[in-house]
């Protein structure tokens, strides 16, 4: 049988600590609420922050386990 530890990453060690697996379901639902929103914008807001229509539908269309890869671990 195996056994984790804390030197392993992933899932199965998110498993152990559920306050860490709250906080990235907390922190996908707001990404996904974000990019909502980029849909919403008009052209006008997304040309302030420099974003075509294009770049703000595909952004918005991404599932939510595409992650920046700074979130990645």
């Known amino acids: ?42 052209d006008t807001l997304l040309a302030d922050i420099g974003l075509t229509r294009d770049e703000a539908t595909r952004e918005a269309h991404r599932a939510v386990w595409h992650v920046p890869a700074c979130w990645r671990s």
Do not use: K
């Open 1 to 42: 049988m195996t056994t984790l530890t804390s030197r392993h990453t992933g899932i199965a060690a998110t498993a152990l600590r559920p306050t860490a697996l709250i906080g990235r379901v907390f922190a996908l639902l707001g990404l996904y609420q974000s990019r909502r929103s980029l849909a919403r914008l008009d």
